[in-house]
């Protein structure tokens, strides 16, 4: 019975997998300029490095129709980093309306920011620019800055090229997982309201027939000792996102964070 | 040896003691007597010897006796005091085998009847997919059977002491620094204690932890005992000593006369016992029959006991879990996940 079950089961399952298109439905791709601006004022890439960064981030440019801006500075002159990229964005003749994604990089305040013009930001939410966010600064971290551009260009592409693809091989384990963590979870609160019943011993305290008469109440002092600890100030850093204006009033979203 | 069944005046049937009226019922003529009753009777056949004198024979440790209703044999072992006959379902109660030292001084008669004991047992069976049917089969729950089992009751009076370590921990916080300061106490304490009617199962054939698990019994209830409450019911007598019981019942005082010395260290954060010791100075014990509802079963070569007090209702022992059901049910909740995880999934995408 239960062997019958579990190869009905399966075969339902993988039969019900198989039919699923995979990669069935893929959305438009942002129509755009398709181009890869670097401005490296704070020097943080040779000229080779840029070289070849410029050309890696071509391609995706133009493979994903999005302005590419990497823009790096030593300071944003008070300004809010993603302002302040947006800001430069629109400096270099671009504009809110036009697909872009934008990462700026402030070695004065050790900032970085991954920004988005507000038509691309059905592309990369403000969850998303959250993840590039985190993923970039790993590198910045450790001053591998080519590597962070080329980590930041790549989850670009992904993002533009699995936009809109569902991803039934996920959900179909997402799924599974979670159906065998529910069905542990299910048996484990049978198992455990199985009538266990208490086999526990009862204590002879409960055939007390008076009082317990003390003969002998004594504390004695020993010793004492101190220890002392610094608190540690909580130093670490967090991303924050959303939507913002540039000075000009254009629309953009986008996260920032600490490296 | 005499066997004795106790018959009804009116149609001779075998009585059986009814646990909610606390009377003996005839189940075929209906009537039904009092203890006292049953005490006149008893005294008219000591006065004249029953013609059909009942014949014993040893075989192997088991004795053999003629039952007085159909005249089969019924076999038992040496500590049964109270059974039935296998052939006409007659309730027997072997008197002689309580004689002297053997016959118990008191008895708390059942409260449950077997009814009430099935039924308690149903419930718990209700929702709980797990068992395995042959546990919860009507026909199975039937053999639950009503047993008076053997007790001595324990009256000890007990010197005790215990020797721990006290922790008195503050805290304080001054700029950027956390101090703490521990207090270390020696404690010593010393008293006396004393104990009434711990109970502890005389009998071999009962799990001793299993009997122990099944108090409390309100000993308000005890009755001086009389034979004819073993009617209906299994009894065995005692074979096991009250000084080999006091060994047991010592190590429940230990932990007990800890648990109470340990209670009166108070305003400690942390107290760890490092010795402990009760000793018995004075101890006497008496020899009572408690009522206990138990259900054997055998699942998958092994052996499962429950046990139910049949004074409180209070159930014990271990029952049977079904793998494959489990197993059955686990899957099907992964499959069906599964299934609308995925639909769910790919519609919200």
């Known amino acids: 019975m239960l062997k019958r079950f579990l190869t009905l089961s399966l075969t339902i399952l993988l039969l019900f997998a198989c039919n699923v298109p995979v990669g069935a439905v893929r959305a438009d791709l942002p129509l755009g300029l398709g181009e890869i601006r670097i401005i490296d004022n704070a020097d943080l890439l040779s000229e080779q490095e840029e070289k070849q960064i410029e050309e890696y981030g071509e391609q995706i440019a133009q493979e ?21 990229l947006a800001d430069a964005y629109e400096d270099l003749g671009y504009n809110d309306s036009m697909p872009s994604i934008m990462l700026g990089i402030d070695m004065g305040n050790r900032e970085l920011a991954v920004v988005t013009s507000i038509v691309s930001e059905e592309y990369f939410p403000v969850k998303k620019t959250n993840a590039m966010v985190d993923d970039v600064t790993d590198y910045l971290s450790d001053g591998e800055y080519q590597r962070a551009a080329k980590k930041f260009l790549d989850e670009t592409y992904e993002t533009i090229r699995n936009y809109g693809v569902k991803p039934v091989k996920e959900i179909v384990l997402i799924s599974l997982g979670a159906g065998v963590v529910l069905a542990l979870i299910v048996v484990a609160v049978m198992v455990a309201v199985h009538p266990k019943l208490s086999n526990n011993q009862v204590s002879a305290s409960r055939y007390l027939a008076s009082k317990v008469q003390m003969h002998e109440h004594r504390d004695q002092y020993l010793r004492s000792h101190t220890a002392a600890v610094k608190i540690n100030s909580n130093t670490g850093g967090s991303s924050s996102g959303g939507r913002f204006s540039s000075s000009s009033g254009g629309h953009y979203s986008g996260s920032s964070g600490k490296f | 040896m005499e066997v004795i069944t106790y018959q009804c005046p009116n149609c001779a049937a075998p009585l059986e003691f009814n646990s909610e009226t606390q009377k003996w019922d005839c189940k075929f003529c209906l009537s039904s007597f009092e203890e006292s009753d049953l005490q006149k009777m008893q005294t008219q056949e000591t006065a004249e010897p029953e013609e059909s004198e009942q014949d014993d024979q040893e075989q192997t440790g088991q004795k053999c006796y003629f039952c007085p209703n159909c005249g089969a044999e019924i076999v038992t072992d040496e500590s049964t005091v109270a059974s039935f006959c296998t052939f006409c379902g007659n309730p027997v109660v072997l008197p002689k085998k309580m004689d002297g030292l053997f016959r118990p001084q008191q008895v708390v008669p059942f409260q449950l009847n077997k009814e009430q004991a099935k039924q308690a047992l149903y419930q718990l ?18 053999k639950v059977t009503g047993i008076y089992v053997p007790f001595w009751l324990n009256d000890c009076y007990v010197n005790a002491n215990l020797q721990a370590t006290g922790e008195r921990v503050s805290s304080w916080k001054k700029g950027d620094t956390q101090y703490t300061k521990t207090d270390v106490y ?75 010395l340990r209670e009166t260290c108070l305003h400690y954060t942390a107290v760890q016992v490092s010795s402990s010791s009760a000793d018995i100075i004075k101890a006497d014990s008496k020899y009572v029959m408690l009522p206990v509802w138990l259900l054997y079963t055998k699942y998958h070569s092994k052996d499962y006991l429950f046990a139910m007090n ?23 909740i992964a499959v069906a996940t599964t299934i609308l995880g995925t639909i769910g999934g790919l519609l919200l995408c």
């Open chain 2, 186 to 260: 020696a404690l010593f304490r010393t008293g006396s204690f004393i104990y009434r009617d711990i109970p502890s199962d005389a009998s071999k054939k009962m799990d001793d932890d299993m009997m122990d698990a099944l108090e409390p019994f309100s000993f308000e209830e005890l009755k001086e005992f009389q034979m004819p409450y073993l009617s209906g019911y299994f009894a065995q007598r005692y074979d096991v000593s009250k000084e080999e019981c006091r060994e047991r019942v010592k190590k429940r005082i230990e932990q007990s006369t800890k648990e109470k």
């Open chain 2, 125 to 142: 069976c209700r929702k709980k997919p797990l068992l395995p049917r042959d546990f919860t089969d009507k026909a199975h729950i039937e």
């Open chain 2, 310 to 332: 049949g004074q409180t209702g209070k159930m014990v022992g271990e029952l049977p879990m079904s793998i494959p059901k489990a197993f059955l049910i686990g899957g099907i």
């Open chain 1, 64 to 84: 994903t129709g999005l302005i590419v801006l990497i823009q790096t500075t030593n300071s944003t002159n008070g300004k809010e980093i993603r302002r302040y």
